[in-house]
Nanobody
Framework: QVQLVESGGGLVQAGDSLRLSCAAS????????MGWFRQAPEKEREFVAA????????YYADSVKGRFTISRDNAKNTVFLQMSSLIPEDTAVYYC??????????????????WGQGTQVTVSS
């Protein structure tokens, strides 16, 4: 497993942009598929975006497609989530996740076995 630490959350207005970062420990970061999930109050944790080990392939939830961009820098053991055109419905705690269960769908939480502590994103209208 890897240790994950998210940063970059905050309070923004609708239409603003925000960039989340997730720093990972260890030497095997490049072998992990990385994902971002979010959880709003009284709601289930939901998939946001995922990126393959090399960064070539990316996947998005329909609700964020065209607004969010996931990327990774394997040399710096970091994954990013660039969020643009934010709306109040994006308000949630955002979690970074790492996993090597490649046979499990990228959008499934159980595909990931390491999770960060989460960072709060609040979008005001």
């Amino acid at each position: 497993q890897v240790q994950l630490v998210e940063s970059g959350g905050g309070l923004v207005q609708a239409g603003d942009s925000l960039r989340l970062s997730c720093a990972a420990s260890g030497r095997t970061f490049s072998t992990y598929r990385m994902g971002w999930f979010r959880q709003a109050p009284e709601k289930e944790r939901e998939f946001v975006a995922a990126v393959s080990t090399t960064g070539v392939s990316t996947y998005y939830a329909d609700s964020v497609k065209g607004r969010f961009t996931i990327s990774r820098d394997n040399a710096k053991n970091t994954v990013f989530l660039q969020m643009s055109s934010l709306i109040p419905e994006d308000t949630a705690v955002y979690y970074c996740a790492a996993g090597r269960l490649y046979t499990v769908a990228y959008y499934a939480p159980h595909a990931y076995d390491s999770w960060g502590q989460g960072t709060q994103v609040t979008v005001s209208s």
